[in-house]
């Protein structure tokens, strides 16, 4: 069987085959990690197998043809899938443990459709199979993200109401630019736009905005950056790492499938040395981390403060995309798999910590390191990572995006780009301090370390990042074969070595680890050396000694990590409350509904039949008339 | 072929024997209706089609024929599966006025779909229109009697239209059959034929459920039983499809080319369709009534065939077509639940019913299929349909671009409320209460097999692609496929 | 005026005071007045398409009329009307009979009245 | 009844009819080509020029008074209905009996009770209700040759009935009636579906024509005249037990 077929075909039969079983749910996630380990070795043996496809031809007629659904392996999506169904493998060890009989969430089967729709949106050859495994993907994840839960469900409704927006422009989209070049072929469709951006520039901005907003959407970066606050925090604890780390990066490889390759080859207006479209892109990009990060700062819900994390590194991924150049490009896509490791190490731990005392808010926590070791470790390293603090994975890939946007020289891009990073320890450290540091609560006096099986996907994912970081051949040569399949001549990569845009600023980083190992080892000894502390209750240490129970509030008011970084939320607050996209869609929402009860009440009351059927007669006879 | 006319009078000698038949009825009905249906089924599988039947021996025009075409008979096929269906759901419909006036309803709809003459047809449509009075009313109650009164004085007003436009065509044209309607309409002054249309499309607006003739839908499909939706639904919305290809594109088409012949009036109807998917989609929204819901869907899904329909080419008829059986499986499925549902919590409301999906996955997971074939999705019936439709639409003039842009905005409302109670089945149960009926299995059943006959479609459309095509095939030139057929040799 | 004008402009006139009342009346009683007013009008309309100046009744009375019939006027219409009436009746009767039953469910003739204040789920 | 004057509905009716009136008006008026509404008939272009001269079968066909002809009804209206266009007589029939069950199915169970009625009346009305019949019948069996026909018959003979019921006299009991109608109507369609075993057609008048004018003429017509008679007769009485009938309101409402 066709290795193409067999990567859609296993997980959909195992789908059905778990929703029959799924009353057994530690049998259903094992089947769950089989399938997942799988599909990545299976996909471990595709790469440099380029001429893998697969096609099937349906007995429907579209352009006078029939339509034709095809799967090709191209670098660029086995870059994605693979690397997804790493995460994904490692995410499903955790959810064996994860799921036992009180975080039961039932949504294996669900997550293996959602997992076929990845691959086909990752190997599609044509529009109508893109689409149809990115609409299967968008409303089989309303699923997970709703999960059987009342308040889960509200929160899917907004990612649900959002997500179809993207769906109808997209749909929109294929069908014009499949009607301009006649068939559904991406490839082919590419060249189309090129044509029509030289005769028509605004109608094939139109076309590309269309994709353009479908994939923005998915990604959640300006103006949609709000939704994944309230998905992310709603659904599935196991399943959040999935939905930050792979699912957003649709948006990332819908950009570079789609419209890099159309305005790198189309004559468009320049904006400094970029093209007009291309800038506006790294501006969106721009927008979203900053605002993401001022966003990040202020939550109180640590799911909620790294899902407005992830938005904002996928607007750097954006970013670099945005620059149109080897290493801007190679930066993004770096950052994309460096994005999917730390991120979902992170989500990991913190799904750990909740697994154990049950809370996501943050200043209800604390101490943790005390109890839970290993996850502050794996924690630990992931933020440094995502800090871009060498010698981590997270700070290469950074270093080339900055690289990139100042070798175009798009300065403000770069300064939101460096004030991003740098709000980002603000947010990063406040979730370590308040989850981890400080002082334990006294209700969590006997929890115990994460079981085994969720510390070994930890580990791992701990490793993984180390390794990444000290020697990034591992995902910079699969890049050369991404950048050589999109038409970019591209040198082989060295593996601890990576070169960047500007000159002189190659960079070793053995040498870096080296230093940063020197350092540790510095830090270590500090803390041997230096005093004990002593512990008082920290309730007292706040009100002194005041109950503040009698004032009517709770003391969880008074710990330190509840108003954490409330000065600069007072300074930015007014800012925010002006671009809420989330209170305009609220507000369109509520006129939707009461739309929706006025024309109800009048099929309810209707002694305006009668009427209407007049009406209804005057708009026939007028419009024959005109 | 003239065996025909046993679709007719079978179901009504059924009808006037099921005035003495007591506990039997209901097995009479479905063996009655399991005979219509294999009958059918065995006529669109032979080869004779199409045919013209001249009934009592005089040919048309002059006698009252029965156009049968792949078209016609493939309708009458899935008018008939609903009516089996419907049968299977009853629930405590015991009293012999139901059964008989069932057997009317069958016979009329089997009727104003083959029938190839506008009286007969006026005469077919008032049978219905009667006979789904009768059964909304049967229940009986302040709901159902309201629905009732007020569906029959907004029929009857809209026939009375019909009526005069078919005096206004024997008039003018003298005579009645429609294929020769047909062939003559070239030679009407385009005023009267203006005003023929516009009094005729009121005449069969009321019952395609379109705004703003459509105030009776909601009430009509909360009143009735699940059964009689399915009968509204499966019956009446079916025949309802059938008669915008026959009247609209065949019988006031230019040359045959399924082109409707006043360009204004077909704009009208566009603006129509896409006031009525509108209209719907939003109203649908925020109802909590769930049997108001699919009522408002089933005005959307309408809205959006004839949208289709109103097209024109090629692309967007196929796409109409797989609308109309997609359409038809998926609602049979909601509408077959719903009743279950309805039963087994004892309210109308949506929110409360949740803790289903837990206690019976399988109709659950039936439940997601309608309604994600509804929407569109990929992977089930309704998305080729809407594809097609859109695709369709395209080439088409500045109304029709805006159509596209409404269907792609509702569609975005339509999602967010048949996934929001999709959902909502899947939901925790508050109390620990039994639910107060239990489902049956065979309900179940029915409504899975449909579930999966709409993944196959969706998964591989060239399941119906042959038909479809017949079909579109039929539509596009009819002048050699229906004209000829009644009058061989007029061209 | 001919004759044929005079039938044309009364049962149009006819038509219309019907829709009027359809419309505008809130008794149902007086809806189907109404009704019955527009299918009075529709008959007559529908014979005066078949009317003819000085026409014949399309009865074969003599072997005469046999090469008269030219002269006859049009019959269809005539029958037409036949099942227009009957249909008529059929709506009125129903009607009528639903209306008695709205009165006691509705405790009104008025066509306004709520159908879902008593929210009972029937099934 | 309070709102049952509403000025903006008035205002509304009145500004649809507007739109109408002036439809109509411009569609009276046009000046386009083609055939117009308000064109003179012209009878030879219509169907109703074949039935007329009874060649629907062979164009070239003529026939004589007193002779055959392929449909020998002398009232060409009543060969139309009867004959030509059976099968919507048929469904007509469908019509009253599916309208008259669904009133007896929603009218409300009530006991009524009747006055009793004045001696004259109790007398008289045997008397009447026998020429009522006697009518009703003349005009079922004569409806092909002189005006008349199934439906009036039916109604008269109803009347003949709703007459004995006002005056107190039982001469029929509802379940007579339903059989009655239940019968005809079978047998209407039973003679339809014969027509199919024995000449091949649905509806076919496949008796004898016999010659034009004639009482004895036509076919099936007044057997089916007479059938339908008692079949409305039937269901249009059933309409008025219904009022009087009492009984039990059905189980399920």
């Known amino acids: ?138 409303t089989t994840a309303y699923f997970i993200i709703a999960h059987g839960k009342e308040i889960s469900a509200k929160a899917a409704k907004f990612y649900l109401s959002i997500s179809l927006i993207g769906t109808s422009t997209l749909l929109l989209g294929i069908i014009l630019v499949s009607r301009l070049s006649q068939t559904f072929d991406i490839g082919v469709s590419i060249d189309s736009l090129v044509k029509l951006f030289s005769t028509n520039y605004s109608a094939a901005l139109l076309y590309i905005g269309l994709f353009i907003t479908t994939f923005l959407i998915k990604s959640a970066i300006f103006p ?46 320049m904006f400094g040395k970029i093209s007009q479209p291309a800038y506006m892109l790294a501006v969106l990009g721009a927008i979203t981390s900053v605002l993401a990060t001022i966003l990040a700062i202020f939550q109180t819900d640590m799911k909620k403060l790294f899902a407005y994390s992830s938005v ?47 809370e996501r808010d943050m200043h209800k926590l604390g101490g943790l390191v005390y109890k839970m070791p290993l996850t502050f470790l794996v924690y630990l390293l992931a933020i440094i990572s995502a800090a871009g603090i060498p010698p981590l994975s997270g700070f290469t890939s950074k ?228 | 072929m003239n065996s025909v006319l046993f679709l007719i009078v079978i179901p009504l000698l059924g009808a006037f024997l099921a005035l003495f038949g007591k506990k039997a009825n209901r097995i009479v009905a479905i063996l009655i209706t399991a005979f219509t249906e294999i009958f059918s089924i065995m006529i669109y599988l032979s080869d004779k089609l ?71 047809f006026y005469i077919f449509s008032e049978l219905t229109t009667f006979a789904i009075t009768a059964l909304i009313a049967y229940p009986r109650n302040r709901r159902s009697t309201g629905a009732a009164i007020k569906y029959l004085i907004l029929a009857s007003t809209a026939s009375s239209f019909l009526l005069i436009g078919i005096g206004v065509v024997y008039k003018t044209l003298g005579t009645l059959n429609i294929a020769d309607i047909a062939s003559k309409i070239d030679l009407l002054n385009p005023l009267t034929l203006e005003l023929i249309i516009v009094l005729i499309l009121t005449g069969i607006f009321v019952e395609l459920e379109l705004f703003p003739f459509n105030m009776w ?56 369709a896409m006031l009525t998917i509108f209209v719907s989609e939003i109203a649908a929204f925020n109802e909590k009534k769930l049997k108001k819901v699919l009522a408002f869907s089933s005005m959307g899904q309408m809205g959006l065939i004839i ?185 | 005026m001919t004759m044929s004008n005079i039938f044309l402009i009364s049962s149009t006139s006819l038509i219309f005071i019907g829709l009027f009342g359809v419309l505008t009346r809130k008794n149902i009683v007086k809806i189907l007045l109404s009704l019955n007013i527009i299918e009075t009008g529709i008959n007559l309309l529908l014979v005066a398409f078949g009317y003819k100046e000085g026409g014949k009744v399309p009865i074969l009375t003599s072997s005469d009329s046999i090469n008269h019939l030219g002269n006859m006027v049009d019959p269809v219409p005539q029958a037409l009307v036949l099942t227009s009436i009957v249909i008529g009746l059929g709506t009125t009767a129903f009607a009528l009979g639903l209306t008695i039953r709205y009165y006691k469910t509705h405790g009104t003739l008025n066509i306004e009245a709520n159908d879902e204040e008593e929210v009972t789920a029937h099934e | 009844m309070k709102n049952d004057k509403s000025l903006l509905l008035n205002i509304l009716a009145i500004a649809f009819l507007a739109v109408l009136a002036y439809f109509i ?54 060969s139309i209905v009867a004959d030509y266009r059976l099968f919507d007589t048929s469904l007509e029939v469908i019509v009253l009996f599916i309208t008259v069950m669904g009133f007896g199915l929603v009218i409300p169970k009530e006991n009524i009770k009747i006055k009793e009625s004045t001696e004259l009346l109790y007398h008289w009305t045997p008397l009447l209700m026998t020429y009522m019949l006697l009518v009703g019948g003349y005009m079922f069996i004569n409806g092909h040759i002189s005006p008349g026909g199934g439906f009036p018959a039916g109604a008269i003979m109803s009347t003949a009935i709703l007459v004995g019921v006002l005056a107190g006299k039982q001469t029929v009991s509802h379940t007579t009636l339903k059989k009655i109608e239940a019968i005809a109507g079978t047998l209407i369609f039973s003679i339809a579906t014969l027509g199919f075993f024995l000449k091949g057609s649905f509806f076919i008048n496949f008796l004898e024509g016999g010659n034009v004018g004639d009482l004895f003429s036509a076919g099936l017509i007044p057997i089916l005249y007479t059938l339908v008679a008692f079949k409305v007769a039937a269901e249009l009485s059933g309409i008025y037990f219904e009022f009087y009938e009492g009984g039990e309101e059905h189980d399920n409402v």
Not at chain 2, 68 to 76: A, D, N
Not at chain 2, 245 to 252: C, E, G, P, Q
Not at chain 4, 43 to 58: G, I, W
């Open chain 1, 312 to 358: 904002a590194n996928v607007g750097y991924i954006v970013m670099g995309l945005a620059t149109m150049s080897v290493v801007g490009i190679q930066g993004a896509l770096f950052h994309s798999v460096n994005h999917m490791i730390f991120k979902t190490a992170i989500f990991l731990s913190l799904a750990a910590v909740i697994y154990r005392t049950g």
């Open chain 2, 217 to 272: 839908v909601p009430k009509a499909y909360f009143a009735g039983t699940a059964s009689v939706n399915v009968m509204l639904h499966g019956m009446l919305g079916t025949a309802g499809a059938y008669i915008i290809a026959r009247i609209l594109l065949t019988m006031f088409a230019v040359n045959g080319s399924g082109m409707l012949v006043n360009a204004n009036i077909a704009n009208a109807i566009i603006v129509i």
């Open chain 2, 50 to 120: 199409p045919v013209s039947v001249a009934i009592g021996g005089w040919q048309a025009p002059y006698g009252i024929n029965f156009v049968l075409t792949p078209l016609s008979v493939g309708f009458i096929v899935l008018i008939n599966l609903a009516a089996i269906i419907s049968l299977f759901i009853i629930r405590g419909e015991k009293e012999y006025q139901f059964y008989s006036t069932y057997l009317v309803l069958l016979a009329a709809a089997n009727g104003i779909v083959l029938t190839g003459d506008i009286f007969n």
């Open chain 4, 25 to 78: 008006y411009s569609v009276a008026t046009s000046n386009d080509i083609g055939i117009k509404v308000t064109d003179n008939n012209v009878v030879e272009n219509r169907v109703a020029y074949r039935y007329l001269n009874k060649n629907v079968l062979d164009e070239n066909s003529k026939y004589e008074w007193g002779g055959k002809a392929e449909d020998s009804a002398a009232n060409v209206v009543t």
């Open chain 2, 307 to 491: 949208f289709g329909f109103m097209i024109g080419n090629e692309q967007a008829l196929t796409g109409a077509f797989y609308m109309v059986v997609a359409n038809f499986l998926a609602k049979i499925i909601l509408f077959v639940l719903t009743g279950e549902f309805i039963a087994m919590t004892g309210s109308d409301n949506w929110e409360d019913m949740k803790g289903i999906g837990r206690k019976h996955p399988v109709a659950g997971v039936s439940f997601v299929i309608g309604s994600l074939s509804l929407m569109g999705v990929p992977f089930f019936a309704g998305f080729w349909g809407k594809l097609a439709v859109i695709q369709g639409a395209m080439s088409g003039n500045s109304f029709m671009i805006t159509g596209i842009v409404i269907i792609l905005i509702t569609a975005v409302v339509e999602g967010v409320y048949f996934l929001k109670i999709s959902h909502t089945f899947f939901l925790k149960k508050e109390d620990e209460k039994e639910f107060n009926a239990k489902a049956r299995i065979h309900s179940i059943v029915i409504a899975a097999a449909l579930a999966v006959i709409v993944l196959a479609i969706g998964v591989h459309p060239g399941l119906i692609e042959n038909n479809v095509n017949r079909a579109t095939n039929e539509i596009l030139n009819s002048t050699s496929n229906y004209v000829d057929v009644v009058f061989p040799g007029r061209y």
């Open chain 1, 224 to 269: 949609f950056y709000m939704w994944p606050s309230k998905a992310y925090a709603e659904s599935p604890d196991d399943f959040t790492p999935f939905l930050s780390t792979v699912m957003s990066k649709y948006g990332v490889y819908g950009l570079i499938l789609f419209i890099l390759p159309i305005l790198a080859k189309s004559d468009l207006p």
């Open chain 1, 399 to 626: 270093w080339l995006i900055v690289q990139a946007l100042m070798a175009q020289k798009m300065l403000f891009v770069v300064v939101a780009m460096i004030f991003a990073s740098t709000g980002a320890f603000m947010y990063l450290l406040r979730c370590l301090a308040s989850v981890f540091l400080g002082q334990l609560p006294d209700k969590y006096k006997d929890i115990k370390e994460a079981p085994l099986l969720m510390a070994i996907p930890m580990t791992i994912l701990m490793l993984l990042t180390l390794a990444i970081g000290v020697i990034p051949g591992i995902i910079t040569k699969p890049i050369d074969a991404v950048l050589t399949g999109m038409g970019y001549n591209v040198e082989p990569s060295s593996w601890t070595t990576v070169h960047t845009a500007l000159a002189k600023s190659d960079l070793n980083l053995t040498y870096l680890f080296y230093v940063f190992m020197v350092a540790c080892v510095i830090s270590l000894i500090m803390y041997l050396i230096s005093g004990k502390q002593e512990k008082i209750d920290q309730i007292d240490n706040y009100t002194a000694g005041e109950n503040p129970l009698e004032w009517d509030t709770t003391p969880d008011r008074f710990n330190f990590a509840y108003g954490f970084y409330q000065p600069f939320k007072q300074m930015f607050n007014p800012m925010l409350d002006l671009i809420s996209f989330e209170r305009w869609m609220s507000s369109f929402g509520r006129i939707v509904e009461r739309a929706s009860s006025a024309l109800s009440l009048l099929y309810t009351r209707s002694e305006g039949a009668i009427l209407m059927l007049y009406i209804g007669i005057a708009i026939l006879i007028i419009g024959g008339m005109m």
């Open chain 1, 1 to 138: 069987m066709n290795i193409m077929l067999m990567l859609l075909v296993v997980p959909l039969i195992t789908a059905f085959l778990t929703m029959a079983i799924l009353k057994h749910q530690k049998t259903v996630w094992t089947i769950f990690l089989a399938v997942s380990g799988y599909l990545s070795y299976a996909l471990f043996t595709m790469y440099g197998k380029w001429d893998l496809s697969w096609s099937i031809e349906l007995g429907f007629k579209m352009f006078g043809k029939n339509v034709v659904l095809s799967l090709i392996n191209s670098p660029l999506g086995w870059f994605f899938a693979f690397f997804a169904s790493l995460t994904t493998l490692l995410i499903a060890m955790f959810s064996i443990a994860y799921n036992d009989e009180k975080h039961d969430s039932k949504t294996a089967p669900i997550w293996l459709l959602l997992i076929f729709s990845n691959i086909g949106i990752f190997f599609a050859k044509d529009w109508l199979m893109f689409f149809i495994m990115w609409e299967a993907m968008s």
